[in-house]
């Protein structure tokens, strides 16, 4: 059973801060897969979980968007 999936289903909260998806929000069991898991965050809650503004989430969200774009017209073309 991977980490995430057992500090959800006991509610523990993950300790192991060298995981890649270690993040400081004890809500979420300090894990980043658990928050996703909990449906839809808005631009604000996001930015709360790892301490940046909205402003730079949304940022990195059309940076991904472009880059998803960009692969999907080159694997069709």
Same mark, same amino acid.
């Given at each position: 059973?991977?980490c995430f999936k057992y500090h959800?289903?006991?509610?523990?909260? !993950?300790?192991?801060?060298? !995981?890649?998806?270690?993040?400081?929000?004890?809500?979420?069991?300090?894990?980043?897969?658990?928050?996703?898991?909990?449906?839809?965050?808005?631009?604000?809650?996001?930015?709360?979980?790892?301490?940046?503004?909205?402003?730079?989430? !949304?940022?990195?969200?059309?940076?991904?968007?472009?880059?998803?774009?960009?692969?999907?017209?080159?694997?069709?073309?």
């Amino acid at each position: 059973m991977k980490c995430f999936k057992y500090h959800s289903k006991f509610n523990k909260q !993950c300790v192991k801060k060298d !995981c890649r998806y270690w993040l400081d929000n004890k809500e979420n069991q300090n894990c980043c897969i658990n928050a996703a898991d909990n449906g839809p965050k808005t631009l604000q809650q996001i930015g709360e979980m790892f301490g940046i503004t909205r402003m730079r989430v !949304c940022q990195i969200e059309k940076s991904i968007i472009k880059k998803i774009k960009k692969r999907v017209h080159e694997t069709l073309f």
